[in-house]
């Protein structure tokens, strides 16, 4: 995606989803905990979920990524930006 608006705005709406799937899936774990659901079902869930998300981040994301590398969200585990800078390759 060359329209680097365009991708910031695919970024962030795919970030905004991936919260929710996250969020759903949490959901099911702990349905599956209060017996709701079978661990099997919360498995295949996380599973099937765990799949979609590394598809779209292969798909979209990375690719955008390359093209737009100041959108890579900051880590969250540096205090500094010379930690940061370490991290790179």
């Given at each position: 995606?060359?329209?680097r608006?365009v991708?910031?705005?695919?970024?962030?709406?795919?970030?905004?989803?991936?919260e929710?799937?996250y969020?759903?899936?949490?959901?099911?774990?702990?349905?599956?905990?209060?017996?709701?659901?079978?661990?099997?079902?919360?498995?295949?869930?996380?599973?099937?979920?765990?799949?979609?998300?590394?598809?779209?981040?292969?798909?979209?994301?990375?690719?955008?990524?390359?093209?737009?590398?100041?959108?890579?969200p900051?880590?969250?585990?540096?205090?500094?930006e010379?930690?940061?800078?370490?991290l790179?390759p």
């Open positions: 995606m060359q329209n608006e991708a910031e705005n695919v970024i962030d709406t795919l970030f905004d989803v991936a929710k799937l969020a759903s899936m949490d959901m099911t774990d702990a349905c599956s905990h209060e017996g709701k659901i079978s661990k099997e079902e919360a498995d295949a869930y996380r599973t099937a979920l765990m799949n979609l998300l590394e598809e779209m981040d292969h798909a979209i994301v990375s690719p955008i990524f390359s093209i737009h590398p100041d959108l890579r900051t880590c969250c585990c540096t205090d500094s010379e930690d940061e800078a370490d790179q």
